[in-house]
């Protein structure tokens, strides 16, 4: 979740926000999730905790924001020379990242605190930057659209993380961009 409305973009709000997402991430590492609180986040961060209540409101909207955070790709996807083995090499880091035991965290938290929604259209803009950044690179290979491959690679990817007990294994993310790849090919004639 975004701080709370009334918050100053930068200066001041950024240093504090960046404070206690890593007070956050480092008490997430050294302790259990139960025994997180707020004051506890707020004394690492060193600023009060009702300056963290204000801007986040309560413990679940906090991890949202810093979980959505951690979606965000902060490199390039890889480059493999192919449209295929761009969206497929990018899909399987996705599946792989989401399927782990902190990527499932990860999930939960924003969407357990993301009450307006905005986290996880956070998320999503992230997962359709990547896509878009492959997509660009090769216009005059039939591409499909980003929300197709949001919808066909992405979903079902997250649809089998969150509510099925057959996590995705290796393969499963590049066989759904073939099959949104081998939709869009012309027939052979």
Known sequence: MTPLDGSRPGGRSARIQEAVHTATKE???ATSRDDL????IAARAGVNPTTVYRRWGDLPALLSD???DRFRQT???AETGSLEGDL????EQFREEMASGP???YVAD????D???DNAGICSRYAADSVSIIVQRFPAAHAPATEDVLDRVVAPILYRILFTRDRPTAGYAAGLVSGLLADGRPEAG
């Open 27 to 29: 008490l997430l590492a």
């Open 37 to 40: 609180t707020i004051p506890a």
């Open 66 to 68: 810093v979980a959505a």
């Open 75 to 77: 490199e390039p996807p």
């Open 88 to 91: 497929a090499a990018w899909a």
């Open 103 to 105: 990527g499932r965290s």
């Open 110 to 113: 924003v969407l357990a605190g």
């Open 115 to 117: 009450a307006t929604g």
